[in-house]
C-alpha cells in the first residue's frame, strides 16, 4: 500500500501530465518559440499569426477558434531569424588598366520580413546572393588598380547602398558587408608579377651591398691615407731627432770625436770583416804592402812620439 502513492505520482508526473501537454500543443491550444525563432502560420493560402517572441504562446488567443484547424489542416514555417553570413569568392572583374581582377566578398544577412521571405522569392537567399555579385561586378569594374588594391571600405560601402534597397524586397536585409580580397585572375601576369618582384628585390640587394662595399672602401682608403700621413709624419720626426741630437753632440768636440770613433769601431764589427792588428813601431806594415803589390802606394809609417 506504501508504494500506491509512488506508483501514481510517478504517472501523474511522468506520463499524464506530459501526455496532457503533447495533445494540447497538437490541437493547437499553445506552441513555444524558441530564441531567435518565427513561427508563420497558413491556412488555405493565408497567413493566420505570426509568432515572433520567445516564449510560450497560446494559439486560442493568437488565432482563435481556427487554431485546431490551422494546426492539422495549415502549415506551419518555422524561420531562423538569426544573422547568417556567406562568402562569395573571386567575383570576375576587370581594372580600369585592363587587369582581370577578382574580389573575394563576405556579407551578413537575416530575415526582416517572414512572409516576403516565405512567399516573394522562392530562393531569397540565393537571390541575394546573386545580387551581392552582380553589384559587385557593375560597382567595383573599371577602377583603377591601385584604388581597387586599397581602398577597401569604399567599395564595401558602395556595393552596400547598391544591394539593400533590393534585398529589403524580398525579406533578406543585408547587413556587415565587406570586400576581403582582391587578387589578379590571370595566372600568367601573377608570374610575370613574381618575376618583376623578385628582380626587383634582386637589384635592392644588389643596390644595398654595392653601396656598403662603397662605405667600406671609402672608409678603408680614409683610415689608409690618414695612417700613412701619422706614417709619413713620423719618418719625418726621426732625421730631426737626429739632427737635434747630433748638433748637441757636436758641441763638445771630444764627445764628437769619441762618437764617431765608437761608430766606425761598431760598422767594422757588424761587417765581420778580417783585421790584421800591426803593432806601430815594428815597421811591417810596409812590408806586408809590398808583398801584396801595393808597395809603391804604401804611406809612410811614421812611428807616433809621446807627445803625439
Not at 531569424?81 to 574580389?103: C, F, H, K, T, W
Not at 808597395?295 to 809621446?306: F, N, S
Amino acid at each position: 500500500m506504501s508504494l500506491f502513492p509512488a506508483v501514481v505520482a510517478f504517472v501523474l508526473c511522468f506520463i499524464a501530465i506530459p501526455g496532457v501537454f503533447v495533445l494540447m500543443r497538437s490541437c493547437g491550444v499553445y506552441t513555444i518559440v524558441e530564441e531567435g525563432q518565427c513561427l508563420v502560420y497558413v491556412l488555405f493560402g493565408r497567413v493566420k499569426a505570426i509568432v515572433k517572441e520567445p516564449g510560450l504562446h497560446i494559439l486560442l488567443r493568437d488565432i482563435g477558434v481556427l487554431a485546431p484547424i490551422v494546426q492539422w489542416f495549415g502549415q506551419r514555417y518555422v524561420l531562423d531569424m538569426r544573422i547568417d553570413q556567406q562568402y562569395l569568392r573571386s567575383q570576375p572583374v576587370n581594372s580600369e588598366e585592363g587587369a582581370p581582377m577578382g574580389i573575394g566578398i563576405w556579407y551578413e544577412m537575416f530575415i526582416s520580413d517572414p512572409v516576403a521571405f516565405l512567399f516573394k522569392n522562392a530562393d531569397p537567399r540565393g537571390s541575394l546572393a546573386a545580387n551581392v555579385s552582380n553589384s559587385t561586378v557593375r560597382c567595383l569594374s573599371n577602377m583603377k588598380l591601385a584604388d581597387m588594391l586599397q581602398n577597401r571600405h569604399a567599395m564595401s560601402q558602395t556595393v552596400r547602398d547598391e544591394v539593400s534597397p533590393k534585398s529589403h524586397e524580398w525579406g533578406y536585409k543585408l547587413g556587415s558587408i565587406y570586400i576581403r580580397k582582391v587578387h589578379f585572375r590571370d595566372l600568367e601576369m601573377i608570374k610575370q608579377i613574381e618575376e618583376k618582384v623578385v628582380n626587383r628585390l634582386r637589384q635592392v640587394t644588389a643596390a644595398i651591398k654595392q653601396s656598403g662595399s662603397n662605405q667600406v672602401s671609402i672608409i678603408t682608403s680614409t683610415a689608409e691615407r690618414q695612417a700613412a700621413v701619422e706614417f709619413a709624419k713620423a719618418a719625418a720626426m726621426r732625421p730631426r731627432i737626429v739632427g737635434e741630437a747630433l748638433n748637441k753632440v757636436a758641441a763638445d768636440p771630444d764627445v764628437e770625436s769619441a762618437m764617431f770613433e765608437i761608430l766606425e769601431t761598431q760598422r767594422l764589427v757588424e761587417s765581420k770583416a778580417k783585421i790584421t792588428l800591426v803593432p806601430e813601431r815594428y815597421g811591417i806594415l810596409p812590408e806586408l804592402l809590398a808583398s801584396s803589390g801595393r808597395g809603391a802606394q804604401a804611406p809612410e809609417v811614421r812611428p807616433k812620439t809621446a807627445g803625439a
